[in-house]
T-cell receptor, first 112, second 115 residues
């Protein structure tokens, strides 16, 4: 079945550092790919998404590119802030289905 | 827009009692709602999918008699944990989609502690 594997954390960075969180997936066909963020004490929020190969999703300085050839959707941000401290989840939904399969989540802590 | 609320935000109950959690879409009509369970430091596991006016579809391994789901209107779904036990303690999260929105929008979650 469909599955998502993302980089294990926790990840600790200094402000203005570069962040990468790796995410790979296994799915049939062409799923939609998502990154969700969960800030401390809050619910999940959609950060960005991509629905077809080579699409780039971007939001709040974060980017991720849908790579069909490597079945990846790595999340990147060039300069993190303390406010980016959160848990980040990679997820996919199969073509013509709205069910989401989540990765295990990566906890990111940014220190001033 | 696209706000989903849950009530209560946290609940403590005695073993053997039943607990109802509400999930509401505040500014759109949710044709489909999803219920997830999240264990500490783990990912979200889909429990069931509910469409307005029809029975919920449960994922493999989820007891439908234990976790009763009712999606009675386009803005409300409820999850009732029946005869709760300590192992049911968890963080329960709902999400909703509909009203022309393909993306799922998540509620803030309900933390359940069964003593």
């Amino acid at each position: 079945g469909d599955s998502v594997t993302q980089m294990e954390g926790p990840v600790t960075l200094s402000e203005e550092a570069f962040l990468t969180i790796n995410c790979t997936y296994t799915a049939t066909g062409y799923p939609s790919l998502f990154w969700y963020v969960q800030y401390p004490g809050e619910g999940l929020q959609l950060l960005l998404k991509a629905t077809k190969a080579d699409d780039k999703g971007s939001n709040k300085g974060f980017e991720a590119t849908y790579r069909k050839e490597t079945t990846s959707f790595h999340l990147e941000k060039g300069s993190v802030q303390v406010s980016d401290s959160a848990v980040y989840f990679c997820a996919l939904s199969p073509l013509n289905d709205y069910k989401l399969s989540f990765g295990a989540g990566t906890t990111v802590t940014v220190r001033a | 827009g696209a706000v989903v609320s849950q009530h209560p935000s946290w609940v403590i109950c005695k073993s053997g009692t039943s607990v109802k959690i509400e999930c509401r879409s505040l500014d759109f009509q949710a044709t489909t709602m999803f219920w997830y369970r999240q264990f500490p430091k783990q990912s979200l596991m889909l429990m069931a999918t509910s469409n307005e006016g029809s029975k919920a579809t449960y994922e493999q391994g989820v007891e439908k008699d234990k976790f009763l789901i009712n999606h009675a209107s386009l803005t409300l779904s409820t999850l009732t944990v029946t005869s709760a036990h300590p192992e049911d303690s968890s963080f329960y999260i709902c999400s909703a989609r509909g009203g022309g929105k393909e993306t799922q929008y998540f509620g803030p979650g309900t933390r359940l502690l069964v003593l």
